[in-house]
């Protein structure tokens, strides 16, 4: 079953972002992760809370590519991991973000079984990069933890990507 496919092959698609910060910091951000291998686009929550400043609100994916940036990240996977591994799991959110209707920055992700545990999914990589929506100007650095939500028909390449809205 697709779900509990390992596979290396991950890409990811940042969807919806909303977190804020004054010293101490939250946010709730959603995720789509494709693998060709595993058949299957996977939509995960991600729900952290950690240190930041500012904020920011960015909710729907801009079209296919735009130049050198696309909406879909490949990973590189420490591991390989199925939908129902990533579920569960604990991770790391870092971002960075500015903007006002069209928002930029990195966001860099991780994810691990447990939360002291030396060996992880994925670690410290980059999905960030250009958003829509009100916007903000903020940073924050969250733990959280990664919930599967359901399958998606997002996959990268697709002509309705650009209208993708969690």
């Known amino acids: 079953m697709a779900i509990e496919t390992k596979a290396t092959d991950w890409q990811v698609c940042m969807l919806l972002n909303a977190a804020a910060g004054a010293g101490a910091a939250a946010g709730t951000f959603r995720f789509d992760f494709y693998s060709a291998t595993a058949g299957i686009t996977a939509r995960f929550k991600f729900v952290g809370v950690g240190v930041g400043e500012g904020g920011n609100l960015s909710g729907t994916v801009l079209p296919a590519d735009i130049g050198s940036f696309g909406p879909w990240s490949s990973i590189k996977c420490d591991m390989p991991f199925s939908v129902w591994d990533l579920n569960g799991s604990w991770g790391r959110l870092s971002t960075i973000s500015v903007g006002?209707?069209?928002?930029?920055?990195?966001?860099y992700i991780s994810a691990a079984k447990n939360f002291w545990s030396f060996a992880s999914w994925f670690h410290s990589q980059d999905v960030g990069g250009f958003g829509t929506g009100p916007g903000g100007l903020g940073g924050e650095v969250l733990i959280g933890r990664w919930t599967y939500l359901g399958t998606s028909h997002n996959v990268p390449g697709s002509s309705d990507a650009g209208s993708t809205v969690a």
């Not at 006002?100 to 966001?107: D, H, K, Q, R, S």
């Open 100 to 107: 006002m209707g069209v928002t930029l920055g990195p966001m």
